[in-house]
């Protein structure tokens, strides 16, 4: 069977390859240059991807497993649906989730038509999930789960993908990779957004807004206020903060204070206890759902984020849309965050985060 692996020049895809190269399947590896790397700050062997040595590192693996590799450009596509999108969400004051929007736009559908060109019969990547029996399943390593980022990249797609890792963990990857004596084995795992590069998001925000002629309004100061309608404070812009954030507001008095909500209209930030971040309520737009769309309430577990866990919720879907209600109050939900329906470790689905202004 021939395989394409999508290959970033770290260890989980480097070891995924490897595992096909064993099972006797005719590999091909294909790495995606999505932007110019070279020209930010903070890159090199390991910690990202992207860069140019990490498609090195992807070459270098390739000869060494003896199979062929090719470097396909999709920097326009990465462009507009990612770092666009990005820009676009925080000077709307709203929080983006880049990861999910390059799953359900960049590396999925594209490499799947490249698949497809060339005859192969399935993608395979090194995400910690699995795909059993038609449904997408979290990884078995908690601490390593990439399910969350993946509820976009639809239905249709489960059928021509394969994740080799999903059963493992990493301990597990790192001691079979150093086996293997892959160069990579030991490299550090990516800790920061691909295209950031050691900036912070803001200064990128900035940078993005002003390059594509977006409304630099956001990009200016505004006050901060309390639920009330004080003004407590100044901040930089309404794309240097977030829903939840407590550090680095720099607002005065002993009481900490916290991001509760977002005013873009009037460049405001809400501001509050951290009582006042609970909620019982959102609703998912955009909705993707994998089966058939269930009739009446469901009971399930939402996830609002990559690093929280899931919480018990009744979801009610309506069309493209999803109302959640928690059974117990969670704190800090963002909108434009990506919201995942679980049942167990099967994802059911998800959609984009708005909230429902009704506090706890």
Same mark, same amino acid.
């Given at each position: 069977?021939?395989? $394409?692996?999508?290959?970033?020049?770290?260890?989980?895809?480097?070891?995924?390859?490897?595992?096909?190269?064993?099972?006797?399947?005719?590999?091909?590896?294909?790495?995606?240059? /999505?932007?110019?790397?070279?020209?930010?700050?903070?890159?090199?062997?390991?910690?990202?991807?992207?860069?140019?040595?990490?498609?090195?590192?992807?070459?270098?693996?390739?000869?060494?497993?003896?199979?062929?590799?090719?470097?396909?450009?999709?920097?326009?596509?990465?462009?507009?649906?990612?770092?666009?999108? &990005?820009?676009?969400?925080?000077?709307?004051?709203?929080?983006?989730?880049?990861?999910?929007?390059?799953?359900?736009?960049?590396?999925?559908?594209?490499?799947?038509?490249?698949?497809?060109?060339?005859?192969?019969?399935?993608?395979?990547?090194?995400?910690?999930?699995?795909?059993?029996?038609?449904?997408? /399943?979290?990884?078995?390593?908690?601490?390593?789960?990439?399910?969350?980022? /993946? &509820?976009?990249?639809?239905?249709? $797609?489960?059928?021509? $993908?394969?994740?080799?890792?999903?059963?493992?963990?990493?301990? +597990?990857? +790192?001691?079979?990779?150093?086996?293997?004596?892959?160069?990579?084995?030991?490299?550090?795992?990516?800790?920061?957004?691909? &295209?950031?590069?050691?900036?912070?998001?803001?200064?990128?925000?900035?940078?993005?807004?002003?390059?594509?002629?977006?409304?630099?309004?956001?990009?200016? @100061?505004?006050?901060?206020?309390?639920?009330?309608?004080?003004?407590?404070?100044?901040?930089?812009?309404?794309?240097?903060?977030?829903?939840?954030?407590?550090?680095?507001?720099?607002?005065?008095?002993?009481?900490?204070?916290?991001?509760?909500?977002? /005013? @873009?209209?009037?460049?405001?930030?809400? $501001?509050?206890?951290?009582?006042?971040?609970?909620? +019982?309520?959102?609703?998912?737009?955009?909705?993707?759902?994998?089966? @058939?769309?269930?009739?009446?309430?469901?009971?399930?577990?939402?996830?609002?984020?990559?690093?929280?866990?899931?919480?018990?919720?009744?979801?009610?879907?309506?069309?493209?849309?999803?109302?959640?209600?928690?059974?117990?109050?969670?704190?800090?939900?963002?909108?434009?965050?990506?919201?995942?329906?679980?049942?167990?470790?099967?994802?059911?689905?998800?959609?984009?985060?708005?909230?429902?202004?009704?506090?706890?």
């Amino acid at each position: 069977m021939r395989v $394409v692996c999508a290959m970033s020049g770290g260890v989980d895809s480097s070891l995924a390859a490897a595992l096909m190269v064993e099972a006797g399947h005719d590999v091909v590896g294909m790495t995606m240059r /999505l932007y110019n790397a070279s020209e930010a700050p903070g890159k090199g062997r390991g910690g990202t991807c992207c860069s140019p040595a990490e498609v090195d590192l992807a070459r270098q693996v390739c000869d060494q497993l003896g199979v062929p590799h090719y470097t396909v450009d999709e920097s326009e596509r990465f462009s507009d649906h990612v770092i666009g999108d &990005f820009a676009r969400e925080y000077a709307g004051g709203r929080t983006p989730n880049p990861c999910v929007r390059c799953n359900e736009h960049v590396k999925f559908a594209p490499l799947l038509a490249r698949a497809e060109a060339i005859s192969a019969d399935l993608l395979v990547t090194g995400h910690y999930a699995r795909i059993e029996q038609g449904h997408l /399943l979290r990884g078995v390593d908690p601490s390593k789960d990439q399910s969350y980022f /993946l &509820f976009a990249m639809g239905e249709h $797609v489960l059928p021509k $993908v394969r994740f080799p890792l999903g059963g493992w963990n990493k301990d +597990r990857v +790192r001691e079979r990779a150093r086996d293997l004596d892959l160069p990579n084995w030991d490299a550090p795992d990516s800790v920061e957004l691909c &295209f950031v590069g050691g900036r912070s998001h803001a200064d990128v925000v900035a940078q993005q807004v002003q390059a594509r002629g977006l409304d630099t309004n956001a990009l200016a @100061p505004g006050n901060f206020v309390d639920s009330e309608g004080n003004v407590v404070g100044t901040h930089q812009g309404i794309h240097t903060v977030t829903v939840g954030q407590r550090r680095g507001l720099r607002i005065a008095g002993t009481k900490p204070r916290y991001v509760l909500r977002v /005013l @873009p209209e009037r460049r405001e930030v809400v $501001v509050g206890s951290v009582d006042a971040l609970s909620r +019982r309520e959102l609703e998912l737009h955009d909705l993707r759902w994998f089966g @058939p769309r269930p009739e009446g309430p469901i009971r399930g577990h939402v996830q609002i984020r990559h690093r929280s866990p899931a919480a018990a919720a009744t979801i009610e879907v309506d069309n493209n849309l999803a109302r959640v209600r928690f059974d117990e109050p969670v704190r800090a939900i963002a909108p434009g965050q990506a919201g995942v329906v679980y049942s167990g470790d099967r994802v059911l689905g998800g959609g984009w985060i708005e909230v429902v202004e009704a506090n706890a």
